[in-house]
């Protein structure tokens, strides 16, 4: 069964960082792009950034360009999420998931792990 699990959430102040991963197992990355996506309380669930495991090219949303990056070790089948200078928006559940084609749309992609928490304090 295709499982994919999110890992590196926690809490941290606010201008601090934190490393998400993503760990896939039952899925062969080289026709997948990896997304990432964040849901708060009260708010729609946003694109985040994404990196695609045949291109290597990434992707950011304007919220996050510039302080967070994607990176990935296929053959670990994992991608990870670097988060730098975080502030309290920043605060939301995490979620991977995968697509075959990129989008910035969730409702394009297949498989999405469990979530981790992040919680940024001011």
């Known amino acids: 069964q295709v499982q994919l699990v999110e890992s590196g959430g926690g809490l941290v102040q606010a201008g601090g960082s934190l490393r998400l991963s993503c760990t896939a197992s039952g899925l062969t990355f080289s026709t997948y792009f990896l997304g990432w996506f964040r849901q708060a309380p009260g708010k729609e669930r946003e694109f985040v950034a994404g990196?695609?495991?045949?291109?290597?090219?990434?992707f950011y949303a304007d919220s996050v360009k510039g302080r967070f990056t994607c990176s990935r070790d296929n053959a670990k089948n994992t991608v990870y999420l670097q988060m730098n200078s975080l502030n309290p928006e920043d605060t939301a559940v995490y979620y991977c998931?995968?697509?075959?084609?990129?989008?910035?749309?969730?409702?394009?992609?297949?498989?999405w792990g469990q979530g981790t928490q992040v919680t940024v304090s001011s």
């Open positions: 990196i695609s495991w045949s291109g290597q090219s990434t």
């Open positions: 998931a995968t697509t075959r084609t990129f989008s910035r749309d969730w409702a394009m992609y297949d498989y």
